[in-house]
């Protein structure tokens, strides 16, 4: 039975300067620092600043959404600025974002288009395309919500109001855009408005920020009219449990961010129906619509790349938008600090392992704007979305690595080596060191450092793969006995030490999952029954081990796909080995016994991580035909 969460004690979320995330995902964020944040943008003549320039934006009557870099890079900058210490990009992120409150008009207009595009200015009737899109101007909301987001982590990290006063000024013209302006919020994007309507999260984040009720009133407003838009009809939607493909155009990036201003509203006012629909929207997502390395998946016989498939389609060549695996990343973090449930880290940690390292390129610059199970990496151009989401998610994971519940309980969210300083209010600060191989390997040890002695309880999680788990204090046995039944924590409550120390085993052997391709035609019997016959059909196994999904590069050096006699033990045909030279994980072989062993990586290495390269997850096996 699951109860309604407390909103007195949602997880804290600790600030960016507490953690350090070290191993894979530090190397990610330290690449991320050196490359994206820092190059990309670096002062207000980048070109992607230089857009909310005068000269520029009077004339640009475009429906470009280039202005979503200035917001996404500033809420990725201002974390890193913050986590790293680093006093000269702290002055790099001061500059944009001061020059960025200096473009800002009198009415709060802080965009790129021109005067007679803006979004506070009610426009004829237009073309529309498929998605609903209307032919110009299908940016200008989405590109300032980005704005309010970004100014507020600003404010948050680098502690100057004037960032945050900017950012209460774009909500204040769209509040008076979306009353007395008479602007439906629907007509402002495309996917029937879920383009705009996204404007829910930074509508409920100011309000959050500052418990100034005009922004509750903004969030309510927008939720009103993206219910009220037949297409679209969101809350409704979600409520009744319709599949997320159903849902507008089915938009995986958009109905994600959708779904996170709806978890943050329920944060603000504790309504009951805001949080079941936000469950229900991420149980089909989660049960339907997910790659094995955690990403939201679709584009497979629709128009668009980026549209989640019907429900119970499956295909190795399905595309992952790093964009979607970013906002899938953010769903998930509202619900644990709303929850608490392991599941939500689970999911967090799984994408992030998998499907977002395996977007990145070790230089911190490049990203693919999608990946896919089986497929080629291709690193995208300067424009792209996916670059900036990319930079954005990873400055997610170290505040989701590790939180503070209620007064007396720290959780341990995400696995990997660092170290964390909470402040726990039962025990004041305590200090936190992982030392671990994890995510390669499944010993884990947390060292404590404590001020004084202190009785509190300290939650690891379980991950739902692991099976048996084991867990000592001071080498001594710790009952894992309501691993499952806690909803996926070992909780182990007693009186700590300075120098205690907790270690984890999480088991780890190369498991086989399988899955059908298969396409069926329905027709009527000669009675009028409803009859179905199976027209296609292809099975595919691929190989996880723990968090890690695994994959090889091409087949014998140049073959895209494989077809597989399996044994009639499958799972007997796995074997861990070394990595070979030159990667990083445990390699995973496969023994056919007819041909030479398959050998497979982590997915997120695989094949090499250069443009170009190919990544082979799922193995079509050879048809029973006896």
Not at 302 to 311: D, G
Not at 391 to 414: C, F, H, K, Q, Y
């Amino acid at each position: 039975m699951t109860t309604e969460p407390d909103l007195f004690v949602l997880s804290a979320l600790p600030g960016p300067g507490r953690v350090r995330l070290g191993g894979l995902l530090g190397e990610a964020l330290d690449a991320n620092l050196a490359g994206r944040l820092s190059h990309f943008i670096a002062d207000e003549t980048s070109p992607a600043i230089a857009l909310f320039g005068q000269a520029h934006k009077c004339c640009n009557h475009e429906g470009d959404w280039y202005g979503e870099h200035a917001g996404k890079w500033l809420a990725a900058a201002a974390r890193a600025a913050a986590r790293s210490g680093d006093a000269a990009f702290g002055a790099q992120v001061r500059r944009v974002a001061d020059y960025l409150v200096a473009q800002q008009e009198a009415d709060g207009y802080l965009g790129t288009y021109a005067p007679e595009r803006r979004f506070t200015v009610p426009q004829g009737p237009a073309p529309r395309s498929w998605d609903g899109a209307p032919a110009k101007r299908t940016w200008d909301v989405w590109t300032h919500s980005y704005l309010v987001l970004g100014m507020i982590e600003a404010w948050r990290c680098l502690g100057e109001q004037r960032y945050l006063d900017c950012a209460r000024r774009i909500g204040d013209l769209c509040l008076h855009a979306l009353t007395e302006g008479g602007i439906d919020v629907t007509t402002q994007g495309n996917h029937f408005g879920m383009s705009a309507t996204v404007l829910l999260d930074p509508a409920a984040e100011l309000y959050l920020a500052t418990g100034e009720e005009r922004y509750l009133a903004l969030a309510r407003r927008v939720l009103e009219q993206a219910n009220a838009r037949p297409e679209l009809n969101l809350l409704p939607q979600a409520l009744a449990g319709v599949d997320a493909a159903e849902i507008a155009t089915g938009k995986a990036y958009q109905l994600c961010w959708n779904m996170v201003g709806v978890a943050k509203l329920y944060r603000a006012t504790g309504e009951p129906a805001l949080l079941e629909a936000v469950r229900k929207v991420w149980d089909s997502i989660r049960g339907h619509h997910l790659s094995l390395g955690g990403g939201p998946w679709g584009g497979v016989a629709h128009r668009s790349r980026e549209v989640f498939n019907h429900r119970g389609v499956f295909s190795p060549y399905g595309y992952v938008e790093t964009c979607s695996t970013f906002s899938w990343i953010q769903l998930n973090r509202e619900l644990l600090a709303i929850t608490g449930e392991a599941r939500y880290a689970e999911e967090i940690e799984r994408a992030a392992y998998n499907d977002l390292l395996g977007a990145q390129a070790p230089n911190g610059e490049d990203w693919c704007y999608y990946i896919y199970p089986n497929g080629k990496r291709v690193h995208t151009t300067y424009w792209r979305c996916c670059k900036s989401s990319g930079s954005m998610a990873l400055e997610e994971l170290p505040g989701v690595a590790w939180t503070v519940r209620g007064r007396d309980e720290i959780r341990v969210n995400l696995y990997g080596p660092g170290e964390a300083r909470l402040a726990l209010p039962a025990a004041g600060e305590v200090g936190l060191r992982q030392d671990t191989a994890y995510p390669f390997e499944g010993a884990v040890r947390i060292t404590l450092a404590l001020e004084r002695p202190a009785h509190f309880v300290l939650a690891l999680r379980s991950p739902s793969w692991a099976g048996l788990v084991r867990a000592t204090v001071n080498g001594v046995g710790a009952s894992a006995a309501d691993a499952f039944a806690a909803g996926g924590w070992i909780r182990i409550e007693r009186e700590w030490q300075d120098g205690d120390v907790v270690t984890l085993a999480l088991p780890m052997r190369p498991v086989l999952h399988a899955r059908v391709s298969q396409n069926t035609q329905e027709s009527l019997a000669p009675d009028g029954s409803p009859v179905a016959q199976q027209v296609m059909r292809y099975d595919y196994v691929a190989i996880t081990r723990g968090p890690l999904v695994y994959a090889t590069s091409l087949i014998d050096g140049f073959k895209t796909e494989e077809t597989l006699r399996l044994p009639e033990d499958p799972q007997a045909m796995l074997e861990t080995a070394p990595p070979p030279e030159g990667y990083r994980g445990p390699a995973v072989r496969m023994h056919l016994g007819y041909r030479a062993p398959l050998t497979f990586l982590p997915y997120f290495e695989a094949g090499g991580r250069q443009d170009g390269t190919w990544r082979l997850t799922w193995m079509q096996v050879a048809p029973n035909l006896a």
